[in-house]
Every structure is written in structure tokens, then in C-alpha cells.
């Protein structure tokens, strides 16, 4: 009797899938970054696009191949902090997945904060994208925004780049 509890008891612990949380979701801290704009700044706003892959098709229309993809934020201004105002996740069907900020973050000159959508968070599909939302200082450059995306399995390995495009 015994050993039927023990067994039942490791069936059901290895039964149990405890719920994964995406990194891509924590991985910076977005509230040490918030900022006030004062409306009274003369500030330039804008939006990119950013397509990002969590698949690709592999062989034919019905097999995907998952991919992990990194989200570079970056500030190519020497002098002058840009500031990102909202930056959301949409699937394939556009459909928002998630919004990782929705206030103002500062990057400072020449930083790069990231956003790592995990290979395991399938929810983009093969035409997932992002919307960035931002502000920069009159004469200051905007964000330079890129995704970069890889997959390794054995000795092979997959990986090309998209760059954010100035929708308005």
C-alpha cells in the first residue's frame, strides 16, 4: 500500500506543468526607466514597426521552426536621452499579445535595452510585430530599432535581422 502512494504521489508531481513565465515579459525592469515629459518640451513624436519572427515555416506551409528573438532599443545619440513612450507586441492576425510599457522610459546616449521574446513563447507566430511609440528632443535622431532572431538545434543554426521602419 505504501509503494501505490509513493508512485501515485511521483505520477502526480511529474504531471503537474507548472505555468512558464516568458522572460520576455520581466526582463527589464520598465518602472526604474519611467519618466515625466513635461507637455511644455517641444519634443518630436513618432511611431516604428518592427516585424520579429517567433516561427518560420520549415519544409513546407505546415511545419514551423521556433525561433528566439531579441528586440534592440537603441539610442545612437551621443549627447541626447530618446524616449520611448509605449511599446506593444501583436500576433500574426494583429492582434495585440501584450503591451510591455504604455508611459514614457528614457534610454540614455549610446544605451541599448532589449526585449528577448523566448523560443518557447509561440504566441507571434510567423508574422508577429511591434509598435514602438516614441519622443526625441528637435534635431536628436530617433531610436534605432532591430530585431534579431536565432535558433540553434545540434550543429546547425539559424539567424537574420529585421530593422524598425518610421511609420509616422
Known amino acids: 500500500m505504501y509503494r501505490f502512494f509513493l508512485v501515485f504521489a511521483f505520477i502526480i508531481l511529474l504531471s503537474c506543468k507548472e ?10 525592469n520598465w518602472e526604474k526607466r519611467k519618466v515625466n515629459l513635461n507637455s511644455k518640451d517641444s519634443l518630436q513624436e513618432g511611431s516604428t514597426y518592427l516585424s520579429v519572427y517567433s516561427q518560420i515555416y520549415s519544409l513546407d506551409e505546415h511545419r514551423t521552426h521556433d525561433l528566439t ?25 494583429g492582434n495585440s499579445i501584450r503591451t510591455y510599457f504604455d508611459y514614457p522610459i528614457y534610454i540614455q546616449p549610446l544605451e541599448t535595452v532589449e526585449i528577448i521574446i ?35 538545434s545540434g550543429q546547425q543554426g539559424l539567424s537574420f535581422t529585421t530593422q524598425g521602419i518610421k511609420i509616422n
Do not use: C
Not at 505555468?19 to 527589464?28: D, M, P, R, T, W
Not at 537603441?74 to 511599446?87: E, M, P, T
Open 118 to 152: 523566448d523560443e518557447v513563447d509561440k504566441e507571434g507566430g510567423t508574422g508577429a510585430n511591434f509598435i514602438f511609440d516614441w519622443k526625441v528632443k528637435q534635431a536628436v535622431h530617433e531610436p534605432y530599432i532591430e530585431g534579431i532572431m536565432i535558433s540553434t
Open 69 to 93: 528573438a531579441t528586440v534592440s532599443i537603441r539610442n545612437i545619440n551621443k549627447k541626447d536621452s530618446v524616449f520611448i513612450v509605449k511599446a506593444e507586441y501583436f500576433d500574426t492576425h
Open 19 to 28: 505555468e512558464k513565465e516568458y522572460s520576455s515579459v520581466n526582463l527589464v
